[in-house]
């Protein structure tokens, strides 16, 4: 997800994100290690949203952007 739509969501749903997120992170290295993952760049991308997630959020806790 691009930054701007990150951008554009409100606390609640960044915290709803993040936690789809971890669980989707969580399947894929579960796939990866038992040999069923088929696109493994996928892990990279959803690690590389979860720090823009995350990021966001702590520009608006400390008084940042937002």
Same mark, same amino acid.
């Given at each position: 997800?691009?930054?701007?739509?990150?951008?554009?969501?409100?606390?609640?749903?960044?915290?709803?994100? +993040?936690? @789809?997120?971890?669980?989707?992170?969580?399947?894929? &290295?579960?796939?990866?290690? =038992?040999?069923? +993952?088929? @696109?493994?760049?996928?892990?990279?991308?959803?690690? &590389?949203?979860?720090?823009? =997630?995350?990021?966001?959020?702590?520009?608006?806790?400390?008084?940042?952007?937002?």
């Amino acid at each position: 997800m691009k930054t701007s739509k990150i951008r554009e969501l409100s606390v609640e749903k960044l915290n709803e994100k +993040l936690a @789809n997120d971890r669980q989707e992170l969580f399947n894929l &290295r579960f796939q990866h290690a =038992t040999a069923q +993952l088929e @696109n493994t760049q996928r892990i990279k991308q959803v690690r &590389r949203d979860i720090a823009r =997630t995350e990021t966001i959020k702590r520009e608006r806790v400390s008084g940042g952007q937002g």
